[in-house]
């Protein structure tokens, strides 16, 4: 080599600067601008190949200034710039908290429906899978139960906007990512919100917007075409069974029940071009649109705990479940347990054989009837004690809640819910499990008397006065009973309707018992009847409140009722009570005729007696009856 090149190396050599090496012995820069440069995450480009910056060159990646040999390591190294390895690491995360995020919603959504946050049964997955026939589930359950749209219509603004961000967040994932990070977000749709048939319209969605050769090089417009199959599920979800909307069939009840869905897809959509707007600000960078999703995600949330309230979805399954009109305390056909307990005996499914032979004789029939009784009375008494956990779970849970005396009602409605036996035991075998509450348990006076002291202004509380009012009386303490009774003389009946319809459009109820639509009429009216005994027949000179007590000690839906009566009457001859006692004996007559004939004897026996004035009442009631039966029996079309 001349000695004149070797001295120029040699210049070069000395003027360049110095340079750090690695642990792996490559040359790195010492340059603090190339140390700490932050280059973008590149996200795919519009053909889902490559990073989005095309004609990138690796002697590009290399840092600004750098020698020949350091770009010479950095491709050796794998044609990548080094960069470190944070970015990745945060688009990572913040797409992890992403999907962490929606799982919490499609959680929401599915305790909105249910009131249960959890529920991996084979069975909470199969259900909704059957898409047509009367037991299907449609999206219609969503807007009925256990809150209907009616008593709070911003529920069906938060349902809304939740279906839309299950929808939107997806599609927009599977855009700006790829469509495989898309899968986890629609199988948190299938396991957490258990809508199999909305994750099945995602994968279609998004196959549409990410994949090709469905995929359009403008992304808000691919956005749109994969909410198509989204319209389309909404659609045919909407379409409940008649049996389902027969109490919606007005237009205006309609409306409300498609209203959350439609205000969905203008959310989706609307979610989408936002999402894609801030992404392009954003230069489509990973996890850039992290803080948009997370306030989507957040806003129904709001909405919710704002204008519904996470007490109102407990308290509406409560009511649903437990309440006085639920399916455990109504009246049912008990002909198939009677039949299954013959078919244990017979050996035996062929129902005629086992009529015949339960009609056969008196004593068998006597026998299981007893039988059955026992089952009854043992699963009953298992549904009054689940009903009163339940109330007394959600009042621990939300003491607070505007709901409260909703819960002690139905929790002392249910303690004081028994079965009338003269059903089962009649002689015309109606076989009729019947379930009666107008004879307080000592067990709800607790619940009675909290409702009244701490919620008397509530149209409950004439339910609570009444009852405790009759336990007071059972016990003797007549002049307690009268103080508990007397505002019901001065209560203005009108006034104490309940209201029905909320107060504005983003209201609650504008009272929270409406729902349960227990009318303080009856209660006020028998409260005065009640009233209007103790105050005649109180203190009798002979006997005291002797025969008060014990008169209202009886259970009128006893069988042995009337002899009762009979004992009471000749155990205190001559008291104040004597008449009121007849009235009731005669009112109690099963027989119709019979009854009137009763009830006509105690008014010419007692003319003069307060008891003459219920046993009038009674009559007249039963003379309307007679001369309008049509108005009690339903018309039969051929």
């Known amino acids: 080599m001349p000695e004149k090149e070797r001295q120029d190396g040699a210049s070069a050599l000395i003027a360049s600067p110095p340079r750090r090496v690695s642990m792996a012995g490559m040359a790195q820069p010492s340059s603090p601008s190339a140390a700490t440069g932050e280059p973008a995450l590149p996200l795919k480009s519009a053909d889902g190949s490559g990073d989005g910056r095309p004609g990138v060159t690796p002697a590009e990646h290399a840092p600004a200034g750098a020698e020949p040999a350091e770009q010479l390591g950095s491709m050796l190294a794998g044609n990548q710039p080094a960069r470190p390895p944070r970015h990745a690491v945060r688009a990572a995360l913040l797409l992890f908290l992403n999907l962490l995020l929606f799982s919490g919603l499609c959680i929401f959504i599915h305790w909105l429906h249910v009131a249960r946050a959890f529920d991996f049964s084979w069975r909470s997955y199969i259900e909704p899978l059957k898409f047509w026939g009367e037991q299907a589930q449609t999206l219609n359950d969503f807007v009925i139960y256990p809150i209907s749209v009616e008593q709070n219509l911003m529920h069906g603004v938060v349902l809304g906007l939740l279906v839309a961000s299950i929808v939107a967040v997806p599609i927009s994932v599977a855009i700006l990512y790829r469509f495989a990070y898309a899968l986890p977000f629609i199988a948190a749709v299938l396991v957490f919100a258990h809508m199999p048939w909305m994750a099945l319209t995602l994968v279609g969605s998004c196959i549409l917007a990410a994949v090709k050769p469905f995929r359009l090089s403008f992304r808000f417009g691919a956005a749109l075409v994969g909410m198509l199959p989204v319209i389309v599920y909404l659609y045919l979800a909407m379409q409940g069974a008649p049996q389902q909307l027969g109490t ?176 089962l035991l009649a002689p015309d075998i109606a076989l009729e499990r019947e379930p009666y509450s107008d004879f307080p348990h000592v067990e709800s006076e607790e619940v009675w008397q909290a409702l009244l002291t701490n919620y008397p202004e509530s149209h409950l509380s004439a339910a609570a006065r009444l009852r405790l009012a009759q336990l007071r009386l059972r016990r003797g303490d007549v002049a307690a009973a009268a103080d508990l009774l007397r505002p019901a003389i001065e209560a203005d009946a009108p006034e104490s309707r309940p209201a029905t319809r909320p107060s504005g459009p983003l209201s609650r109820s504008a009272r929270p018992e409406s729902s349960l639509e227990v009318d303080p009429g009856p209660y006020l009216a028998e409260a005065r009847h009640l009233y209007e005994l103790i105050a005649a027949n109180r203190d009798d000179p002979r006997y005291g409140n002797e025969p008060l007590r014990r008169l209202a000690g009886l259970d009128p839906h006893r069988a042995n009722y009337r002899n009762e009566l009979l004992k009471l009457a000749a155990q205190f001859p001559q008291a104040l009570l004597e008449d009121n006692i007849m009235a009731e004996w005669a009112a109690a007559t099963p027989d119709r005729a019979e009854r009137e004939a009763n009830l006509a004897a105690c008014i010419a026996a007692y003319p003069d007696g307060d008891g003459a004035k219920r046993a009038k009442r009674d009559l007249l009631r039963l003379r309307d009856l007679q001369k309008r039966p049509e108005s009690n029996t339903p018309a039969v079309t051929p």
Request: overall charge positive.
């Open 248 to 423: 919606y069939s007005s237009p205006d009840q309609k409306l409300l029940l498609s209203a959350p869905w439609l205000l969905a897809i203008l959310a989706a959509c609307a979610m989408l071009g936002i999402i894609m707007a801030f992404s392009r600000i954003a230069n489509y960078r990973r996890g850039a649109v992290a803080p948009v999703m997370a306030i989507m995600f957040a806003t129904p949330a709001i909405l919710f705990a704002r204008y519904v309230g996470f007490d109102e979805v407990s308290y509406r399954v409560l009511e649903s479940v437990y309440g006085p009109r639920a399916p455990m305390f109504a009246t049912r056909d008990v002909s198939g347990d009677i039949f299954s307990l013959i078919e244990e005996r017979l050996e035996s499914a062929d129902r005629e054989r086992m009529l015949s032979w339960f009609l056969s004789d008196a004593n068998k029939r006597a026998d299981l009837l007893h039988r059955l009784v026992g089952v009854l009375q043992r699963a009953f008494l298992a549904d009054r004690r689940e009903a009163s956990e339940a109330c007394r779970r959600f009042i621990a849970d939300h003491p607070s809640s505007r709901y409260v005396p909703c819960a002690l009602y139905i929790r002392a409605h249910a303690l004081d819910t028994r079965l009338d036996l003269r059903k």
